[in-house]
């Protein structure tokens, strides 16, 4: 599989995922569409309709393709995760990326790892050299096992801490075991 067809398999996988224009008002993100919330598109400063301003009209216009190139620039790319030799594993990553931020995201990868490990890595939320190193040597199927304990455990917890969030959790252990 070359690095398009890498990129295009997990990405089609989180657009599943993700699906169309919601207006939630228990999301803290706000309207969102393909994933991409109006408060995740302020931070980046994407005027997505070329009036000048960030707003729920960007959410709006925003298409298939732009999100799947915000997805691929500023996460895939940008996280590294196109390093991830074992594309379950990165597409895995990129899912839970997207939906509880990079930094905790890589941050269950390292617990995995350290887990499944003799000689642990830094648990900083960066994938690094090392932090790469270690999940590409690492048993594909035990690994992926336990990212998505990891990420069932990190969505039971935000449940336990905040009910307003119970809606959601049919489908966060969906994304957790998918």
């Not at 509880?100 to 890595?121: E, F, H, S, T, V």
Request: no cysteine.
């Amino acid at each position: 599989m070359n690095s398009l067809e890498r990129w295009n398999y997990a990405a089609d996988i989180l657009m599943k995922q993700e699906g169309g224009l919601t207006d939630d008002k228990v999301d803290p993100g706000g309207i969102t569409n393909y994933g991409i919330s109006l408060r995740y598109l302020k931070s980046i400063g994407e005027d997505i309709d070329g009036d000048g301003d960030v707003d729920a009209d960007d959410i709006r216009a925003l298409t298939s393709n732009q999100a799947r190139e915000i997805y691929r620039t500023r996460w895939w790319d940008a996280q590294r995760y196109n390093e991830i030799e074992d594309i379950d594993i990165a597409a895995k990553m990129l899912s839970l990326g997207v939906n509880m931020g990079a930094g905790r995201a890589n941050k269950l990868l390292q617990q995995a790892i350290n887990r499944l490990n003799d000689n642990p890595i830094q648990v900083d939320g960066i994938l690094g050299k090392n932090t790469l190193k270690a999940a590409n040597s690492e048993n594909v199927l035990t690994l992926l096992d336990e990212i998505k304990l990891n990420a069932a455990h990190y969505y039971m917890n935000l449940v336990w801490n905040n009910r307003k969030f119970e809606k959601y959790l049919l489908g966060w252990m969906r994304r957790a075991f998918d």
